[in-house]
Every structure is written in C-alpha cells, then in structure tokens.
C-alpha cells in the first residue's frame, strides 16, 4: 500500500521539505 505522507526521514520523496534539506 502507498502511503500518503510517508515519513520525513526519506529524502527520496519530495512530498515535504526533509529535514536534511532545511539544515542548507
């Protein structure tokens, strides 16, 4: 099943700003 609003950790999905990318 595909989730909507998977988990911040994975960078791979650009669905929200990950928290790797808000520390540059």
């Known amino acids: 099943m595909h989730v909507v609003n998977p ?3 994975d960078p791979l999905l650009p ?3 990950s928290p790797t990318q808000n520390l540059g």
């Open 7 to 9: 988990p911040q950790t």
């Open 15 to 17: 669905s929200h700003p």
